[in-house]
């Protein structure tokens, strides 16, 4: 079985779109995932399956709806997609601050002229860099405050999903552990 790290987009986000993630696990469960678990409200599960990823994308998205009356898209990586990740953290000053670095899980990559729009809106000491499907975004002013961290969306144009460094590395705990 393959360990799978899924992360949902847009819920439980300023009181909308709210999921319990007791209801989420149960019914990931009941759809056949094994030791589903949730970190934090914000739609972060690790589990194992032998489906594939799209297989377990495709069941997901099917489900949500029928669940919740809504749709959160969901992004998908493997525990050896998540320790890659990790181990390519170009930052290793955001160990010292780990909200200072934010793993932007892309679905597919950007193209190359909207990575140099994005650049154009860094400001200060924030920058990112981009290797397989992850944008890297180093904020040490604050996600907050970042004229990058707000572009995103508007300039890179794929789907995407954004967690924090400390959240990352606690997910990436939490598979080994399963």
Known sequence: MTVYIALFRGINVGGNKL???ETLRSALEEAGLA???TYIQSGNVVFKSNQTAARIEKMIADLFPKTFGFESRVSLRSIDEWNCMVAKNPYPQAKENPKSLHAVILDSEPTDAA???LETTARGSESFTVSNRVLYLYTPDGFGTSKLAEA????????LTARNWRT?????EMAGAI
């Open 35 to 37: 030791d589903v678990t």
């Open 115 to 117: 990575l140099i729009e």
């Open 168 to 172: 990352v590395l606690t997910l990436q």
């Open 19 to 21: 999921v319990k993630m």
């Open 152 to 159: 995103l969306d508007k300039v890179l144009k794929v789907p």
